[in-house]
């Protein structure tokens, strides 16, 4: 039963249950990765760039608002094997083999090694440095850096194998406090299906706050319908195939109102029968799009289940994570940092 504290005493000692709490919570990969700009390098030929303009990105945003908690989700080892499980060519076009994941013995790591010290060297005798690492080993060096660099600054971190970080990001908005107010910070468009009355995403590139009052304005569609456009169109930078011949441009022009109200995919199918007895009625030829659509056609590998496949790898209502990170993240969430 909850305790009644009168308003008096409330406010004598600050202990009013109203007062907003603000965290900025923050998509690491994400904006490490748009921190890569900068180039610069030691003469070893080890690029030290992002970590200084990703910690300066993380400062100006903490200027923006006296945020109570800064959080940082990051991809762990593996990330993205548990949406492997449902749909075998998740984010194959970025050369993801999760099946093939660190396999490599101890002779090819050897061989690995000899190889990066080859490729080290001057060139024109202007002692012009040459990077001496591959672009994952660049990413890894640089976020350990920045990962040691928050922990002494008590940034609250969380990293776990075969789970994403939107999963955690994700996980934190569905538990946060209630008189918690949450900024994320991505590039990923599809963190924006989070956004909510209490939470907001920052997107560095435009530099703009997208949150449910100025969504369909600068998305092109209200944000509920995120995950459901995802579901029928797909999404290539995840290799996730949609259904066939749809794309966004075009579901949105045969369903405009996908841009301003919450639709159920029943509804977009009931629709397009409609649209396709009409056009045979008007003895005019069905829309062979509508005609996929209706029957679930696709080039991916989910075959007559892509509604299902696509809605549990996309829609971000139901986090993926393993047991040992859902423990962790309620333990931990708003636990103190110690000090040691």
Same mark, same amino acid.
């Given at each position: 039963?909850?305790?009644?504290? /009168?308003?008096? +005493?409330?406010?004598?000692?600050? @202990?009013? *249950?109203? %007062?907003?709490? !603000?965290?900025?919570? $923050? &998509? ?62 998740? /984010?194959?076009? +970025?050369?993801?083999?999760?099946? @093939?994941? *660190?396999? %490599?013995?101890? !002779?090819?790591?050897? $061989? &690995? ?62 538990? /946060? ?19 909510? &009355? ?62 301003? /109200? ?79």
């Amino acid at each position: 039963m909850k305790q009644v504290i /009168k308003q008096s +005493r409330k406010e004598a000692n600050n @202990l009013s *249950d109203d %007062k907003l709490i !603000y965290t900025l919570l $923050i &998509d690491g990969n994400s904006l490490l990765k748009s921190s890569l700009v900068n180039k610069e390098m030691n003469a070893q030929g080890e690029e030290y760039g992002a970590v200084w303009n990703m910690l300066r990105r993380i400062g100006e945003l903490l200027l923006k608002k006296d945020f109570n908690y800064c959080v940082v989700a990051w991809d762990g080892l593996s990330s993205g094997v548990l949406r492997f499980k449902y749909y075998p060519l998740y /984010k194959s076009n +970025r050369d993801k083999h999760y099946e @093939l994941h *660190d396999v %490599k013995t101890d !002779y090819d790591r050897k $061989i &690995d090694e000899y190889c990066k010290k080859v490729l080290s060297y001057y060139k024109n005798g202007k002692k012009q440095v040459k990077r001496s690492e591959t672009d994952d080993e660049m990413f890894q060096r640089q976020r350990s850096i920045i990962q040691e660099i928050l922990d002494n600054l008590f940034v609250r971190q969380f990293m776990y194998d075969n789970v994403e970080g939107d999963d955690i990001i994700s996980y934190y908005c569905l538990h /946060k406090k209630e008189n918690e107010r949450v900024v994320i910070v991505s590039e990923d468009r599809d963190i924006t299906q989070l956004i909510s &009355d209490e939470v907001c995403i920052w997107i560095p590139s435009i530099h703009k706050f997208i949150t449910p009052q100025n969504d369909i304005q600068e998305l092109g569609y209200t944000h509920k319908n995120v995950v459901l456009k995802k579901i029928i169109c797909g999404d290539a930078s995840d290799n996730i195939y949609g259904i066939k011949g749809i794309a966004e441009t075009g579901l949105l022009k045969q369903f405009p109102d996908l841009k301003v /109200k919450k639709c159920t995919l029943g509804e977009i199918l009931e629709r397009s029968k409609s649209i396709q007895d009409e056009r045979v009625k008007n003895k005019k030829k069905p829309l062979k799009s509508l005609d996929n659509l209706l029957n679930r056609v696709t080039d991916g590998c989910q075959g007559k289940d892509i509604f299902e496949i696509n809605e549990k790898i996309i829609n971000l209502s139901t986090p993926l994570l393993t047991e040992e990170a859902e423990k962790s993240l309620l333990d931990e969430l708003y636990a103190p940092i110690d000090v040691d």
